[in-house]
C-alpha cells in the first residue's frame, strides 16, 4: 500500500523532490491565470467597485485555514492510531502554514471591511471563530516548542487538535448563536452559488491555485522538518560519542 | 462509587484543603478580579449590573485556569502519577475522579461565592440566582476542559501560561452559553432554559472528551 511505502523518510524525500518542481509549476501557472482573471477579466462589482477583487485573495484563505486544521486532524489520527512515522512531521508543518492562512484571511477581510462595513473590526460570528482558530494554531505551536522531544511533543499536540477538532464545530455553533452579522455562506449553498459566474471562475481558479500553493508549502515544510530531525539525531550521536556512558540513555533512535 | 475511586477522591479533597494546598487561594483570586473590574469600568452602578454576569463568569474562569496547573503536575512530581498510572485502574475515571475532586476543592467555593460577590455588582436576586446556577452547572465544564491542558503541559515546569492559552479557546462556548442564558434571566422575552440546557450539554460532552483525552495525553507523558 502506497500509504505505508512512504513510511519510510528516505522514500517519501525521494518522491518530495520528484513532485515538487511540478507542482511548484502547476501552481505558479495556475496562480497567474487566476490573478489576471481576477484583476482584468473579472468585472467590478456594481456596488463595492474595486475593493471586490480582495474576495479573490480573502475567500481562497479562508477556505484553505479550515482545510490545513482538516489535514492536521488526519495527520493526528495517524499519529495516534496508526502511528505513521511521518504524520506528526505533518501535522507540525501544517501548524504554521494554517496559521499564516488564517492571519491572511482576517488581514484581508479587515482591509475588506473597512470600506464595505465602515469598520476594520466586527465581534461578528464568522471573525470570531477565525480569531479562535488563529488562536489555536499558534497555541499548537506554542505547544511543539516547549517540548525537546519531538515524539512526545508530535503526540501531545496530536491529542490536542483532535480535541480542537472536536470543538470546532461547537465553537462555530456557539459563536453563531452568540452573534451575527456577517452575510451567509454564498458560494456553498444548496440552491446553487448566488455570486455571478464572471466572478465564481476567478474565485474557482484562485481556490485551486491556493491549494496547490498549500501542498507546495506543506512539502517543502514537511522535507525540512525530516531534514532538521537528522541532524538533531546526528548532533545526539556525536555528543553521546564525545561523552561516553553519561549520554548512553538519551542515545535512542530518533528516526 | 468504588472504594477506590472514593479513597482518590478523599485524598485529593484533603490534599487540596490542607496546609499546601491550594483551594481556597481560587476564592481570594476571584475576589480580587472582582474588586478590580469596577476600578476598570467605574464605579457606576447601572453598567456593572448589565456586566456583572459576565464578570463573574470571567473571574470563575481565570480562578479555574490558576489552579489547574497542579492538577497532575504535584502528583507527577512525587511520582504518584506513575503508580496510578501502572495501578491497571481505568485511567479514564482516574482523571474524572480528579476532576470531581479539584472542582469540589477550587470549583464549588467560586459558586458558593458568586452570590456575595454579586451583590457588589448590584445584581438584583433574579440575576442573581441564575449566575449562581450557570456557574453550578457551567464550572465543572472548566475544569474537564483545563484537564486536558494540565495532562498536556504535565511534564513541562512552567506550564501555567501555555495551559491557559491552549484551554481559553476550547472554554470559548461554555463561557458564551452561561452568559447568555444569565443574561437571559434577565431580559425578559429571551427564554432561560435554552441556554440553559445547552451549557447543561457542553458539561456533559465535557466530562467525556475531558477525562478520554486528558488520560491518553497522560499515557505518552508518562513512559
Avoid at chain 1, 90 to 108: D, E, H, N, R, Y
Avoid at chain 1, 184 to 206: C, E, K, T
Avoid at chain 2, 104 to 120: D, K, S
Avoid at chain 2, 197 to 202: D, F, M, P, R, S
Wanted: with cysteine.
Amino acid at each position: 500500500m502506497a500509504f505505508w511505502d512512504y513510511a519510510n523518510p528516505t522514500r517519501f524525500l525521494k518522491l518530495v523532490e520528484t513532485v515538487l518542481p511540478w507542482l511548484t509549476g502547476l501552481c505558479v501557472i495556475v496562480f497567474a491565470v487566476g490573478l489576471y482573471l481576477g484583476f482584468f477579466v473579472a468585472p467590478e462589482d456594481y456596488q463595492q467597485g474595486a475593493t471586490v477583487r480582495i474576495m479573490f485573495i480573502h475567500v481562497p484563505a479562508a477556505w484553505l485555514c479550515m482545510m490545513c486544521y482538516s489535514i492536521m486532524a488526519l495527520s493526528s489520527l495517524g499519529t495516534l492510531v496508526w502511528k505513521h512515522p511521518l504524520a506528526d512531521v505533518s501535522a507540525k508543518s501544517a501548524a504554521p502554514i494554517g496559521a499564516a492562512f488564517t492571519f491572511m484571511a482576517l488581514v484581508t477581510g479587515s482591509l475588506w471591511g473597512k470600506p464595505m462595513w465602515g469598520t476594520y473590526w466586527v465581534w461578528d460570528a464568522r471573525l470570531t471563530s477565525v480569531l479562535v482558530l488563529f488562536i489555536m494554531y499558534l497555541g499548537l505551536m506554542t505547544l511543539w516548542r516547549t517540548m525537546d522531544d519531538p515524539i512526545k511533543a508530535g503526540k501531545a499536540a496530536a491529542v490536542l487538535t483532535l480535541v480542537g477538532a472536536l470543538n470546532l464545530p461547537i465553537i462555530k455553533f456557539s459563536v453563531d448563536w452568540w452573534n451575527t452579522l456577517h452575510q451567509p455562506a454564498s458560494v456553498m449553498r444548496m440552491d446553487g452559488p448566488s455570486i455571478d459566474s464572471s466572478m465564481l471562475w476567478p474565485l474557482f481558479v484562485m481556490a485551486i491555485a491556493f491549494t496547490l500553493l498549500f501542498f507546495v508549502i506543506h512539502l517543502m515544510a514537511m522535507r525540512n522538518e525530516i531534514l532538521r530531525r537528522r541532524v538533531r539525531a546526528l548532533r545526539m550521536r556525536a555528543a553521546s560519542a564525545a561523552h561516553p556512558g553519561t549520554a548512553a540513555a538519551t542515545a535512542q533512535p530518533a528516526e | 462509587m468504588n472504594g477506590w475511586a472514593m479513597t482518590l477522591f478523599r485524598r485529593d479533597i484533603s490534599l487540596s484543603v490542607r496546609i499546601g494546598g491550594s483551594a481556597l487561594v481560587g476564592v481570594l483570586f476571584f475576589l480580587a478580579v472582582v474588586t478590580v473590574i469596577p476600578f476598570g469600568v467605574g464605579p457606576d452602578l447601572n453598567l456593572l449590573a448589565r456586566i456583572g454576569p459576565a464578570i463573574l463568569w470571567i473571574g470563575a474562569l481565570l480562578a479555574t485556569l490558576l489552579g489547574l496547573d497542579r492538577l497532575f503536575q504535584a502528583d507527577r512530581e512525587d511520582g504518584t502519577l506513575d503508580l496510578m498510572l501502572m495501578a491497571g485502574r481505568p485511567l479514564e475515571v482516574v482523571v474524572l475522579v480528579k476532576c470531581l475532586a479539584h472542582w469540589v476543592a477550587t470549583g464549588l467555593p467560586l459558586v458558593v461565592a458568586a452570590p456575595l460577590l454579586g451583590i457588589f455588582l448590584n445584581l438584583d436576586p433574579v440575576s442573581m440566582a441564575a449566575v449562581t446556577a450557570t456557574l453550578l452547572v457551567g464550572t465543572p465544564a472548566l475544569t474537564l476542559i483545563g484537564a486536558i491542558g494540565a495532562s498536556l503541559t504535565v511534564s513541562l515546569r512552567r506550564g501555567g501560561l501555555l495551559l491557559a492559552v491552549l484551554v481559553i479557546p476550547l472554554a470559548i462556548p461554555v463561557m458564551i452559553f452561561g452568559v447568555s442564558s444569565a443574561d437571559a434571566a434577565i431580559h425578559d422575552p429571551m427564554p432561560f432554559m435554552t441556554p440553559f440546557l445547552i451549557l447543561c450539554a457542553l458539561t456533559l460532552i465535557s466530562a467525556v472528551i475531558g477525562p478520554v483525552a486528558s488520560a491518553i495525553a497522560l499515557r505518552f507523558a508518562g513512559d
